[in-house]
């Protein structure tokens, strides 16, 4: 309870203004209320009947409010004997770094500030959600669902805020209770399973930029869109959606297009081919030894390397800080406030670092030819071709050896029905063995023909 509603309160029941007084009160969380409007009930009985409240051995609502006025209010509201008061909880300051985020953004705390709501039932506009939990002006109870951001301009803070958790929606009664409350303040129900106050999605602010109301709630409308929404009958607010025939048509077309494609790679059919011809390569590649020019970071530069220079270059690039991007987060609490968080990252720039290249030459065994032959029958037997090295078997510039030798194997086979020619490479075993006009089965693709030679079988 602020100073500003302590000092109201006084005054209207000073001038006899109760209806006011209460309304007021109503509006306000704290668990002794509900003593105070009983007692706010006697005086205005007692003032009714022109008679002097009775004295009761609980203190009067002024003199609850005098006290709070002269010690700045958290006494209780129940006579008896002074307790020590706990200590009180610490507060966030203004720019107080308070975590890190999910994506490693810094927080800073900026402050807290009332949400708003409008009454559903009288039309008052831009009531407080947290100081007002009843319209002051019919007495109707806060809707939380109806709270919304207020502008920048129109968002009044909220000092030494404690926050204990989201709003509590009693399912028996549908009062609305403090977020740390065990039992419901209007009928005593347990709130184990009652619902939490919903949230509204965060508002976002970039640099330079003033944050908006997120603008009055018609909770009725919006339940109806959601369920028109829901049931298909509208598209989502905001969007604009195709039609729903251009959505079918192009979900069917990427199921044809899909289909397709896959009809073309798994499906086959069987041909019968006969073989009608041979062909086989043979290749030898050779390496010779001599000045090779590499380049390669100086530190990793080979042994006998020789003709060395050195440059400059980029080697790799480190990140290094340069600034922050900050956005100002609006986040809804659940209990009627809202605090407003500067959330901060860390920009990098990219700096090259820059090493020693040695560009050298040194004598390695490189490729430098191939020798192949050929034929196109079983008749030219595969021979491998005539290989002169030069100085064989020594290590000095211009010295010749064998890399590696390799060799293919092709049958040249017809598909008399459909008038397709195919070509399978095959091992040397198969190539010698598979005599002209002799007769094979193969899966050929079903839609674009072509040869799966992996299955070629002698016919049976």
């Known amino acids: 309870m602020s100073q500003d509603q302590i000092r109201q309160i006084q005054q209207l029941i000073s001038a006899g203004r109760f209806a006011e007084a209460r309304a007021i009160l109503q509006s306000i969380d704290r668990p002794d209320i509900p003593q105070l409007l009983a007692q706010l009930d006697a005086m205005e009985r007692a003032a009714a009947a022109a008679q002097p409240q009775p004295v009761t051995q609980t203190e009067s609502t002024a003199d609850y409010l005098n006290r709070l006025d002269d010690t700045g209010g958290e006494a209780a509201a129940a006579a008896g004997p002074a307790t020590p008061a706990p200590e009180a909880p610490r507060h966030s300051r203004k720019g107080e770094l308070t975590g890190t985020d999910a994506e490693g953004r810094r927080i800073y705390y900026e402050g807290t500030y009332e949400m708003l709501w409008d009454c559903q039932y009288c039309g008052t ?25 207020p502008s920048e301009e129109e968002q009044i803070a909220v000092e030494d805020h404690v926050f204990v ?6 399912k028996s009664c549908g009062t609305l209770n403090s977020g740390n409350a065990e039992f419901c303040g209007n009928c005593g129900s ?16 970039g640099a330079g930029e003033h944050f908006a109301s997120s603008g009055s709630r018609d909770i009725a409308k919006e339940r109806f869109d959601a369920e028109m929404e829901r049931v298909g009958v509208r598209p989502k607010a905001g969007k604009k959606g195709l039609p729903r025939w251009a959505i079918a048509l192009i979900i069917g077309l990427v199921v044809l297009l899909c289909g397709g494609v896959l009809v073309s790679t798994l499906w086959t059919k069987e041909a019968g081919v006969v073989l009608t011809g041979h062909s086989w390569e043979r290749t030898i590649f050779v390496e010779q ?20 220079s050195r440059r400059q270059e980029i080697q790799s690039y480190r990140q290094v800080p340069d600034g922050e991007d900050c956005q100002m987060v609006r986040v809804d609490s659940g209990d009627g406030t809202f605090r407003t968080e500067q959330r901060c990252q860390t920009r990098y720039r990219d700096e090259p670092v820059y ?6 030459t040194i004598d390695r065994w490189s490729d430098s030819r191939t020798a192949r032959s050929s034929g196109s029958s079983q008749s030219d037997a595969p021979y491998w071709p005539e290989l002169n090295l030069n100085c064989e078997g020594q290590t000095r510039a211009g010295c010749e050896r064998e890399r590696n030798r390799e060799g293919r ?32 089965q193969l899966q050929v693709g079903g839609v674009m023909g072509d040869a799966r030679c992996d299955t070629l079988e002698p016919a049976r």
């Not at 109870?141 to 109806?146: F, G, I, K, M, Y």
Request: aromatic share 12%; net charge neutral.
């Open 409 to 440: 194997y092709v049958l040249i086979l017809h598909n008399t029905d459909e008038n397709k020619e195919y070509t399978c490479e095959v091992t040397q075993e198969r190539w010698q063995s598979a005599p002209l006009e002799s007769r094979w």
């Open 355 to 360: 090493a020693d290249r040695c560009y050298y």
């Open 125 to 149: 506009k831009k009531l407080l959600g947290k100081t007002h939990r009843f319209c002051p002006n019919c007495g109707a109870a806060q809707n939380p669902d109806s709270r919304y951001f």
């Open 165 to 170: 958790g989201a709003d509590i929606t009693c």
């Open 190 to 205: 347990p709130l184990t399973d009652s619902a939490r106050a919903r949230t509204q999605a965060e508002q976002v602010r």
């Open 289 to 308: 030894y001599g000045p090779v020019n590499e380049n390669e970071w100086c530190s990793s530069m080979p042994g006998g390397a020789y003709n060395v």
